[in-house]
C-alpha cells in the first residue's frame, strides 16, 4: 500500500483531502508497515493456495470492493503463507491478511482515537485493582516516581526499593510492542548507571518485581514468563473467544515475545497445548527446542484466565472491542494480568496456530466493517 490509495472524491475541497491523507501517514501506514514485518521469512515456508481456493477469495472480495482495489488492498501472499498451517476443510477466505486486518479490522475495532491513550502500564493497578497483578515497585512519568499507590516517591527510595527486590524488570509504560525496551535490573550483577541510564532515556516506565512461575510452565522454559495470550471480540453485545495461545521462550531467552525469537502454541479448551508450535518465520516445531513435548503441558488455571477476558471484555468496551489479553501463572497458579493490547493485536500468531481467528463469523463481521469503517468507505468512494 503506498500513499496512492488515499485519493480525493468528487467535488472534495483540498482541506478535506489533506486531512483523510494526513490521517493516513500518521495512522494507516504504520498500522500497514507494522503487519508487514517479517513477511518474507514467514513466506520460506509458504504453500501456494489452488486456483479453487483463488476462486472462492474472488467470490469473498468480489462482495465488499472492486478487483481494482482488491489489487491495492489485499496482498494475497499472506494466503499462501497461512495455507501452510491451514487446517483441512477450513475455507481460506476465513483467513485474513495481516496488512488488511491492521490497517481496516483492527482499526475498526479498537478505534485508536481513543484506545492508544488507556494503553499504559502505568494505569493498570487502577484498570485491574481486583485482579492479580505482578508487584509494582515504581513507576516513572516524565521526572515523577510513584509507588503502586501512585504516591510520590524519592530516587533514593526508588534505588533502595530495586535493591531490596535484588532483580526487577523495567518496562516502557507506552506504545510498544513486541517487547521491546525491556530491561532486566540485577542488584548484584548490574551498576546503578544502568538503571539510572535507562530512566533518563524512556519518559514513561514502569518496574516490576520478577514473575516466578509455575513449574508445569518451567518445564519448557524456565528463564523466561511464558504467557497466556487471550484474543477477544465484543460482537453482537458477546464476549467472543477468539483464539488461546501460550507464547514460549527458547534456550537462554528472558522474554517470550514472538518477534524476539519466541514460540507460540495453541491452548485447547481443557488448558492442554497443541502438539506444534510456530515462530515468527512460520516455522513449524515438533517440541519444544529445549526437548518439552507440548501436548503433555496443560495450562495451569487456563479457565480461570477465559473467565476473567470474559468479565473485562465488557468493561472496556467504550474503548475497544477487540483485546489481545496477556497473563503469567504463578508458583500457586494464580493467573496474573500482565499486559493487554487494546489495539494493534497481532494475528499472525493466532492464525499459525489455531487458525483463522473469526472462523464461521468472518462474513458478518466483515459486514460490519465494511458497512461501519470510515476508513474504509472512504478509500472505497474515492475509486468509484
Known amino acids: 500500500m503506498t500513499y496512492d490509495i488515499i485519493k480525493p472524491f468528487s467535488g472534495e475541497s483540498e482541506e478535506s483531502f489533506a486531512k483523510r491523507k494526513a490521517y493516513y501517514i ?17 513466506l520460506h515456508n509458504a504453500v501456494p493456495i489452488t486456483a479453487q481456493d483463488r476462486e ?26 497461512y495455507n501452510c498451517a491451514r487446517r483441512q ?4 477466505y476465513q ?16 478505534n485508536p482515537q481513543d484506545s492508544m491513550p488507556c494503553d499504559d502500564k502505568n494505569l493498570y493497578d487502577m484498570y485491574f485493582h481486583d485482579l492479580k497483578r505482578p508487584k509494582t515497585v515504581f513507576r516513572y512519568i516524565k521526572g515523577l516516581f510513584l509507588d503502586e499507590d501512585y504516591k510520590e516517591l524519592t530516587i533514593k527510595e526508588v534505588i533502595n526499593r530495586c535493591r531490596d527486590c535484588g532483580e526487577v524488570v523495567l518496562k516502557p509504560a507506552r506504545f510498544t510492542t513486541g517487547g521491546r525496551g525491556i530491561l532486566f535490573w540485577r542488584a548484584e550483577t548490574d551498576g546503578l548507571d ?9 519518559k514513561f516506565v514502569i518496574c516490576q518485581e520478577i514473575i ?14 511464558n504467557s497466556v495470550r487471550i484474543m477477544t471480540l465484543l460482537f453482537d ?14 534456550n537462554t531467552a528472558r522474554v517470550d515475545n514472538f518477534t524476539n525469537g519466541g514460540i507460540a502454541a495453541g491452548i485447547k479448551p481443557n488448558g492442554q497445548l497443541k502438539n506444534v508450535a510456530y515462530d515468527v518465520c512460520a516455522n513449524k516445531y515438533e517440541q519444544h527446542p529445549l526437548g518439552t513435548a507440548f501436548e503433555s503441558v496443560i495450562v495451569p488455571s487456563y479457565s480461570q484466565c477465559v473467565d476473567i477476558v470474559k468479565i473485562f471484555a465488557k468493561r472496556f468496551a467504550m ?3 477487540q483485546i489481545s489479553w496477556d497473563f503469567a501463572i504463578d508458583e500457586a497458579g494464580n493467573p496474573l494480568i500482565v499486559e493487554f493490547n487494546l489495539s494493534r493485536g497481532g494475528i499472525d500468531v493466532h492464525q499459525l496456530c489455531n487458525g483463522s481467528i473469526y472462523g464461521d463469523m468472518t462474513k458478518p463481521i466483515f459486514d460490519e466493517v465494511f458497512a461501519n469503517s470510515y476508513t474504509l468507505n472512504s478509500i472505497i468512494k474515492s475509486y468509484q
Open 319 to 321: 474503548v475497544s472491542r
Open 89 to 92: 476443510g477450513e475455507p481460506i
Open 212 to 225: 516466578k512461575q509455575h513449574n508445569e510452565l518451567n518445564r519448557l522454559s524456565v528463564n523466561s514468563v
Open 95 to 110: 483467513y485474513i491478511p495481516d496488512t488488511f486486518f491492521q490497517p481496516f479490522v483492527d482499526d475498526y475495532f479498537t
Open 56 to 81: 472462492e477469495l474472488d467470490e469473498f472480495w468480489d462482495q465488499y470492493m472492486s478487483p481494482e482495489l482488491q489489487t491495492k488492498l489485499i496482498d494475497y501472499r499472506y494466503y499462501d503463507m
Open 26 to 42: 500518521r495512522i494507516l501506514k504504520n498500522r500497514f508497515e507494522f503487519s508487514t514485518m517479517n513477511l518474507e521469512r514467514k
Open 194 to 202: 544502568k538503571l539510572l541510564d535507562y530512566l533518563q532515556n524512556i
Open 237 to 250: 453485545n458477546e464476549v467472543h473467544l477468539l483464539s488461546s495461545v501460550l507464547r514460549m521462550g527458547t
